[in-house]
């Protein structure tokens, strides 16, 4: 078993996954022979049809599913022993936000982490009023996430793994019903945070602006994994797994075709 944990930027592999297998009770194979290996500091989108088991492989970086195989985190493997730590360095932030947010108010529900972790309340406020800076909700503190729109839902969400300072951020369609404005302000944000980002998403355009890498998953298993103006420009690709191209690509002249 690994030592305690050092400083993540230390380790070759944010995230080493090796032959991971996976299934929910005795259905088929969720995620079927997962070899992923992910440097500090890259972004990367997983792709891929309903699923295909992006959400699934998500929720095996902190330990929320446990497979077969191997999942290292920052030089630990997940397991029993280190589930605090690894739980403290991945920030997972689920596709529905109703899943994550629990506490009578905005405010409460961004300082459960730090609180948690015995913050003192000085850290707490400082780290809370940042998240939510952050993600543009400072005048919600004191509102009841049930009464947010759906993506401010998912924007108090974000804030709840940000007030802790991850090294990675595994966010599950971190794009999904956010408005126009707050979509550029989060692609933004997300472009400039220079730690490890993993996005598992359907907004292909999304991915083809902040992500240099594409890992695309189908039936349990990688597809392909490479630059992502490779993947998201190869059109043929893309179909033959129920995908299609982006739209800021579609009707482009050499569509279809990588670029260098």
């Known amino acids: ?8 930027e230390k380790y070759e592999w944010a995230v080493d996954i090796e032959d991971l297998l996976f299934r929910y009770g005795h259905g088929p194979e969720a995620l079927r022979h997962i070899n992923l290996r992910i440097r500090p500091g890259e972004r990367v989108a997983l792709i891929g049809p309903n699923g295909a088991g992006k959400s699934t492989l998500l929720m095996h970086l902190n330990g929320v ?20 730590q690894i739980r403290s360095l991945v920030g997972l932030v689920f596709q ?48 009841s996430a049930y009464h947010l729109s759906g993506g401010e839902k998912k924007r108090v969400a974000l804030a709840t793994v940000l007030v802790l300072d991850p090294e990675i951020l595994a966010l599950d369609e971190p794009s999904a019903n956010i408005d126009p404005k707050h979509r550029r302000r989060l692609l933004n944000w997300l472009s400039a945070f220079p730690k490890t980002q993993i996005l598992a998403t359907h907004d292909l355009d999304f991915a083809l602006e902040i992500c240099e890498r594409c890992v695309l998953l189908n039936a349990g298993g990688i597809v392909a994994d490479g630059p992502s103006r490779e993947i998201l420009y190869d059109k043929d690709l893309l179909e033959a797994n129920d995908l299609e191209l982006p739209f800021c690509l579609q009707g482009a ?3 279809g075709k990588a670029v260098s």
């Open 96 to 143: 529905d936000p109703d899943d994550q947010l629990f506490c009578p108010t905005v405010f409460e529900d961004i300082a459960f982490g730090p609180m948690n972790l015995g913050y003192s309340k000085e850290e707490v406020l400082e780290r809370v009023y940042r998240s939510l800076c952050q993600v543009g909700l400072e005048q919600h503190q004191d509102s």
């Open 65 to 84: 599913l446990r497979g077969t195989g191997r999942v290292r985190i920052c030089g630990m493997d997940v397991s029993n022993g280190f589930l605090p």
């Open 253 to 255: 002249p050499g569509e």
């Open 1 to 8: 078993m690994s030592g305690p944990v050092q400083n993540p």
